[in-house]
């Protein structure tokens, strides 16, 4: 493994689980490969969906494999980059089970110029028997904003601030 | 198990009769996970998600997280069934299919559904996000959901 992937998968793994809304969820990133990404879920009964069965919500299911395609396709990228999500459907097969696990993986297949392909599935007790099945388009956007000077700056701003930085950000 | 579920519908026919959809959103522990809201306005339901630090996705931008945006669609759609047409059990999600058309800057995302088609067991519901003017929507969904 060369050394710039080495350093970058533990930055991405950082990334996606420490902040925000994937630190709410708290979920763990278990493979990151080359356009190949793998993730657990553990049950939480503040995102339940459904009160009387216990069952989650589908929208857990929409963020783990967002962010598990996401991750996938950001994998790919050759350049600095930014990878927003186009397009995602998801087709629900059946209710995840409450109380267990849910796993996540995804795949890029196939890779263009300007557009990333992905497709992703969850599942608990048997891969070939998906809770969710999915596919999501990612655009390339290369933008000099996301320089390791620029990520660092704003880092080392939310540091001080707190979440003080985000307000200001986003107001201006 | 029973009991429950007599609580629960008793509490959507209350939220019908004040026409306060957020009774119905107070019963799922998902929408305050994520922070979603609803109010009644010029006869349609208003969902809203407040900005919040877990709801982030892209810190350096900073934006919303797109599954938050997901989640939050397909919450309100959920909702807008519950409370638009005569359904006592939650419904359950088939499919659903979201096409992002603009970030999610970190300030209060709004949304309107609309039910396009009910039948006996399956409804369609599409769903709009927005933030400023909701002529610029960042987000529109729609979903499939069986109701029997």
């Known amino acids: 493994?060369?050394?710039?992937?080495?350093?970058?998968?533990?930055?991405?793994?950082?990334?996606?689980?420490?902040?925000?809304?994937?630190?709410?969820?708290?979920?763990?990133?278990?493979?990151?490969?080359?356009?190949?990404?793998?993730?657990?879920?553990?049950?939480k009964e503040e995102v339940i969906g459904n009160p009387i069965t216990g069952v989650i919500h589908g929208g857990v299911i929409v963020s783990l494999l967002d962010t598990c395609c996401g991750t996938a396709a950001i994998t790919m990228l050759d350049r600095p980059a930014i990878t927003p999500t186009m397009d995602l459907r998801l087709d629900y097969m059946h209710p995840a089970e409450p109380h267990q696990p849910i796993y996540v993986s995804a795949?890029?297949?196939?890779?263009?110029?300007?557009?990333?392909?992905?497709r992703g599935s969850a599942w608990q007790d048997d891969p070939e028997n998906p809770i969710a099945h999915c596919v999501a388009t990612f655009m390339k956007v290369e933008t000099p904003s996301i320089s390791l000077g620029n990520v660092l700056r704003r880092r080392f701003n939310r540091l001080i601030r707190g979440d003080k930085a985000f307000e200001r950000e986003a107001d201006r | 198990m029973n009991t429950k579920l007599a609580q629960m519908q008793a509490d959507l026919l209350q939220a019908r009769g004040l026409a306060e959809p957020q009774k119905i959103l107070d019963i799922i522990p998902y929408s305050s996970f994520i922070g979603a809201q609803a109010r009644v306005e010029n006869e349609r339901v208003l969902y809203w998600l407040e900005r919040r630090a877990s709801n982030i996705g892209n810190p350096s931008l900073p934006a919303i997280h797109g599954g938050v945006i997901g989640g939050f669609l397909e919450l309100s759609a959920a909702i807008e069934i519950l409370y638009t047409l005569d359904v006592g059990q939650i419904p359950k999600v088939v499919d659903f299919s979201l096409d992002y058309l603009r970030p999610g800057r970190y300030k209060t995302i709004y949304a309107?559904?609309?039910?396009?088609?009910?039948g006996k067991k399956l409804v369609n519901v599409t769903a709009t996000a927005w933030q400023d003017d909701p002529q610029t929507p960042i987000a529109t969904a729609r979903c499939h959901f069986l109701i029997a």
Not at chain 1, 5 to 27: D, T, V, W
Not at chain 1, 108 to 117: A, E, G, I, P
């Open chain 1, 1 to 43: 493994m060369d050394l710039k992937l080495a350093i970058f998968k533990p930055m991405l793994k950082l990334a996606m689980e420490r902040n925000g809304h994937g630190a709410a969820l708290g979920f763990e990133l278990t493979k990151i490969g080359r356009g190949e990404v793998e993730m657990t879920f553990p049950y």
């Open chain 1, 107 to 118: 795949k890029v297949y196939r890779n263009t110029s300007n557009v990333l392909f992905c």
């Open chain 2, 112 to 118: 309107n559904c609309t039910v396009l088609r009910q």
